[in-house]
């Protein structure tokens, strides 16, 4: 099964206000495991970006001047991320984004059926906890300590540890113990082992005694030699 995780930067906070991607960044998942395949760019917004902006992720106006368009690397985009299910941190936020470029340049929205919120499971694993990439990869000891700002490829990096975390983990296809499972979800009827035997022989008794004379002073039949043992007759 093939997954993509998603992160994006932007000019602010609402695509309705003219506001605008200025970095995309995607990660492959195939089968729960990240290939190391990734999409990632940044991408010229065509307007300003605001300071109090700026000092989330860093990108400037004149770093992006010379970036392409988002109509530019949209096919690109849209190959890599195929029909795959798309996996994002607060999701609404990014596909909000992603769908107002789609649609400056008349490709549909992306449907809401494939896109995983992993802060929505966050909050259902852990409710009335902090549920942001940084608590999250604290939660799972991920390592994000060269997270000095936000950015797209790497948080989706490190998103792509949290949800395979919040799904399971590295075992999360495992029983692990418990009972397997029909496909409608019941539980798969299991019938009564029969006891093993336990009790030992005659014969692997009689073994068992012959052993035990042959060793002197031993702890198990008693018979340990008073001046040898000084803990003997309560010394």
């Known amino acids: 099964m093939r997954q993509i995780v ?6 602010g906070l609402d695509p309705a206000s003219g506001h605008r991607v200025i970095e995309i960044g995607c990660v492959e998942i195939f089968n729960g ?53 798309l996996i994002a941190h607060n999701a609404g936020f990014d596909i909000s984004f ?37 608590a999250l990869c604290k939660r799972f000891n991920i390592d994000a300590t060269h997270r000095a700002l936000h950015g797209a490829l790497l948080d989706a990096q490190l998103l792509a ?13 495992l029983t692990m113990g418990f009972a397997a499972r029909k496909p409608n979800g019941a539980a798969a009827p299991r019938g009564a082992r029969p006891p093993r035997p336990h009790a030992a022989s005659a014969g692997e008794l009689a073994a068992h005694g012959e052993a035990m004379a042959k060793i002197r002073n031993n702890l198990w039949t008693g018979n340990a030699d008073a001046e040898e043992n000084p803990r003997a007759g309560g010394a």
Request: aromatic share 8%; charged share 25%; net charge negative.
């Open 6 to 11: 998603l992160d994006t930067e932007t000019t």
């Open 33 to 85: 495991i990240p290939t190391g395949r990734h999409f990632h760019r940044y991408l010229n917004p065509e307007r300003v970006v605001p300071p109090e902006v700026r000092a989330v992720h860093g990108l400037t106006e004149e770093f992006l001047a010379d970036k392409p368009l988002f109509a530019e690397e949209a096919g690109a985009f849209l190959d890599f991320i195929a029909a795959d299910p």
């Open 98 to 134: 992603v769908d107002s470029e789609l649609g400056r340049l008349g490709f549909p929205a992306i449907a809401p059926a494939r896109v995983i919120d992993t802060l929505a499971l966050a909050r259902k694993a852990f409710p009335g906890a902090p549920c942001s990439l940084d």
């Open 161 to 173: 540890h949290v949800y395979l975390e919040l799904t399971g983990g590295r075992q999360r296809d």
